[in-house]
């Protein structure tokens, strides 16, 4: 039990949570899912191999030269060991807070070294988003359209001016960056207003067809109601 005294500390109950900026690429998680940290490279007749969080220097896992491994506490229940992958390491149940560098560290005769590091993120799917219709002006050739792009924490509102069948956006694609690192966009293709909520896990949207809000663009006396569609899909 001494090794594990060492291994790991009592830091590793009070860890708190960072954004680590890093060299590694990141990967990106979905929160929920489950990663592979995966190593091919550990030497024979190592001393000891350890997977752990860079910059805290705690050990999720340790394995011994004859095969055995131990859990840290703060990991048990989290932690999968694949039989057909030796000393790479299944950590389920991602949350935020498992966003981290994770570094593979061997001990030999000739010292330690780092033999790989993940750099994981850890996602949540984006919330929903809805197009809302603000104000429409219209004549009998031309229509000014407002519409906000929402979503939880966030909107856009933007203005569509359409002469005859062709439309435009005052000031181009609009976007902004959420609080949760997330793009909500809105553009226009050809004639549909699209408003897209996306991160690197998922994206949600939602259009609105111009001619549905301006009926003279297609000839129609009366007006249609705004149609929307609501789609989400996981990438
Ligand atoms: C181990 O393999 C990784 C790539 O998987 C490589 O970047 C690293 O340099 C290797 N380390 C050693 C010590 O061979
Ligand atoms: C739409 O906006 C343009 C530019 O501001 C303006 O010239 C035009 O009169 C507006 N059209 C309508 C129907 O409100
Ligand atoms: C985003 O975060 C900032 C700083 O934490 C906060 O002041 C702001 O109200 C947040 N914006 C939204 C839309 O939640
Ligand atoms: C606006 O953004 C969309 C989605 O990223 C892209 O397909 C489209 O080409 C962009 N349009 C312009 C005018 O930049
Ligand atoms: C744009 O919309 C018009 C009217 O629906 C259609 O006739 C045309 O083919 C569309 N153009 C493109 C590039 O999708």
Redesign the pocket.
Known sequence: TALWFSLFPSELFSLTFSTEDSSVPPVFVQKGKDVLLD???V?EGFNLFVWRLEKESLSLVAFGRDGTSQISPAYTGRIDIPDNKKYSVILKNLQETDSRVYSARETTDDGD????QHNIIVQDVVSPVQLELNSVSSSSHSCNVTLTCSTADSHISSTFRCIDQKCDQDGGNQSEITNSSSTLQVYLSNVTVICKHRNQVSSTEDRTDIQHVCSQLTGRSERDSTKCEHTGWIL
């Open positions: 190593v091919d490279n030497t070294s780092t033999l790989v």
